[in-house]
């Protein structure tokens, strides 16, 4: 019912920057939470970023100050700007949505968390 799809990865050299965006499809009445988390090789998946649709903000502390989350709400999208890339920061990024209202017919439907496939940022050093 509600698709999310992730675009702006790809191979950057250590220090450079990246944009990730995602945009949710389908009949969307309201997403709470948009984030970010990411998924190294061999290690678990992490939380990068987190917005509400309230505004407020949350960061894994390796992050802060680097990378900076914005949405629109009326767009349902999310991006994560990230400055200053090092390679431990490497690793496939999973758009995230919390709180999923969609429109049905007569009705509304709240959904499980929703996940983008995932996009590969890879840093050189």
């Known amino acids: 019912q509600v698709e999310l799809v992730e675009s702006g990865g790809g191979l950057v050299q250590s220090g450079g920057s990246l944009r990730l965006s995602c945009a949710a499809s389908g009949s969307i009445f309201s997403i709470a939470v948009m984030g970010w988390y990411r998924q190294a090789p061999g290690k678990q998946r992490e939380l990068v970023a987190t917005?509400?649709?309230?505004?407020?903000?949350n960061y894994e502390d390796s992050v802060k100050g680097r990378f900076t989350i914005s949405r629109d709400t009326a767009k349902n999208t999310v991006s994560l700007q990230m400055n200053s890339l090092k390679p431990e920061d490497t690793a496939v990024y999973y758009c995230n949505a919390l709180g999923v209202i969609v429109n049905l017919p007569g009705r509304r439907e709240r959904l499980p968390e929703v996940w983008g496939p995932g996009i590969l940022v890879t840093v050189s050093s």
């Open positions: 917005l509400t649709s309230g505004g407020n903000s």
